[in-house]
């Protein structure tokens, strides 16, 4: 009896030596580059049909190819959208991870996008938040262009619809996002119904109620199994509440 309860020691002891013995499973380098700009220069390079929503095409490609050259003109690109990492509190209301990114803003040299490097875990969500400083114009986010692992496709972030279609990009009340937020339930009692990752990368728009103030984003990631970088075009533009009337004609002569 005492020898086999020796093996049978011998045989856990052996089975935890393996279980510590096992690698941890090895962190993955993921990529995103996101830029912002204004609805004028993006239609100048969109091709018909390339606006419907998810169309593709060669004018998305070669707006895209641009920004990888750093030749695409710079009169468009919106420099005040800051790109962060989401903090803890709202990467767990999005059912994500926290991660600590590598930003690095564009405009420095030929560099147009905005770059994030992290490393993390495959399957995983992450979230990163797109957020302009002050009244920053244009205010309204109108369309998206992502790739993930998929082509390049075009979005128009739509309401959250009723019928149980779900969207790449989605759009809320930024009001009701911070409500959820805080208490940390917004992916499991409403994105997940909501939003369609199956190409990796989606994004939700958070519509300001102030004309004054600008619409937020917030890009979520599923990180794929291999090593992968992600694109996101934001295509802002002014609301018709924002727009100014002529100015007031001279005298009549």
Do not use: C
Not at 40 to 67: I, M, N, Q, R, W
Not at 226 to 246: D, M
């Amino acid at each position: 009896m005492r020898s086999v309860r020796g093996l049978g020691f011998l045989g856990i002891a052996a089975l935890l030596w393996l279980g510590l013995d096992t690698p941890p499973a090895q962190a993955v380098e993921y990529r995103l580059e996101i830029v912002s700009m204004w609805e004028s220069g993006f239609t100048g390079f969109v091709k018909p049909g390339e606006l419907g929503d998810g169309g593709s095409g060669p004018g998305l490609d070669h707006l895209a190819g641009s920004l990888d050259r750093g030749d695409a003109p710079g009169g468009p690109l919106l420099s005040d959208r800051t790109v962060r990492w989401a903090s803890e509190r709202v990467a767990r209301a999005y059912g994500a991870v926290h991660v600590l990114a590598e930003v690095k803003p564009g405009g420095e040299g030929t560099a147009q996008w905005d770059s994030v490097r992290w490393d993390g875990k495959t399957g995983e969500r992450s979230v990163f938040v797109v957020a302009p400083s002050g009244r920053g114009r244009p205010q309204e986010l109108y369309h998206v262009v992502l790739k993930g692992t998929g082509p390049l496709r075009h979005f128009i972030p739509y309401a959250a619809p009723s019928n149980r279609r779900k969207l790449a990009t989605v759009r809320y009340p930024l009001e009701f996002l911070w409500f959820h937020e805080e208490g940390a339930d917004l992916w499991d009692k409403f994105l997940s119904q909501a939003m369609d990752l199956g190409n990796g990368i989606g994004v939700v728009v958070g519509s300001s109620p102030n004309s004054t103030f600008p619409d937020q984003a917030y890009v979520v990631v599923n990180q794929a199994e291999q090593p992968t970088t992600y694109k996101v075009i934001l295509v802002w533009r002014e609301p018709p509440s924002s727009l100014e009337g002529p100015a007031s004609p001279g005298p009549m002569r």
